[in-house]
């Protein structure tokens, strides 16, 4: 799957590769040694649990690489009064009679717990564009729509926060 990515986005996980390649990687290789050295491998769990850590690492840095070469390059860049990438937007649900506040972001951030929605969820996809004020159909499937209300729109400028999800 192509994964829709910002260039803040990829900056991140260019970042997380270079630090497991040249920090974690370096840690994983030493723990390796000094487990081997401690004598029998097949009853030396650090050992195990060590070669286990530095493959999980390099798993990691090979799903990242491969995220980036396939990844489509997406704009974070709105209308001042529209909703866009990295807004936190205020919706009222019709059906419920209540509000809600989510911030929209890539897949990759998405977390619906932590109030992070993605641009590839359906209300997601729904509310890119919009304004205040406008009434938004949210399709989820063939059979199942909603209705939200866009309340308020605010520009989000701080991504110290955000964490590229782990997989």
């Known amino acids: ?8 986005d990829i900056q991140k996980i260019k970042d997380e590769i270079e630090h497991r390649r040249l920090v974690v990687r370096k840690e994983a290789i030493e723990a390796v040694k000094e487990a081997r050295a401690h004598g029998d491998l097949s009853e030396n769990f650090e050992y195990h649990a060590a070669k286990k850590d530095k493959n999980q690492n390099e798993s990691r840095i090979r799903y990242l690489e491969r995220m ?10 709105s209308g001042e009064d529209e909703v866009g990438m990295d ?7 019709e059906e ?4 809600e506040t ?3 972001v ?3 951030r998405g977390n619906s717990l932590g109030g992070m929605i993605s641009i590839e969820s359906p ?13 938004v159909k949210v399709q989820v499937n063939d059979q199942i729509s909603y209705y939200v209300t866009v309340k308020s729109i605010t520009k989000t400028s701080d991504e110290s926060e955000d964490t590229i999800r782990r997989f």
């Open 102 to 104: 989510y911030r929209i």
């Open 96 to 99: 419920d009679n209540e509000d």
């Open 68 to 77: 980036l070469k396939t990844a489509v390059v997406v704009e974070d860049k």
């Open 106 to 108: 890539t897949s990759i």
């Open 87 to 93: 807004n936190t937007v205020t919706v009222h649900f």
């Open 1 to 8: 799957m192509r994964e829709k990515l910002t260039k803040q």
């Open 123 to 135: 209300i997601g996809k729904a509310l890119m564009g919009h304004k205040v004020g406008d009434r």
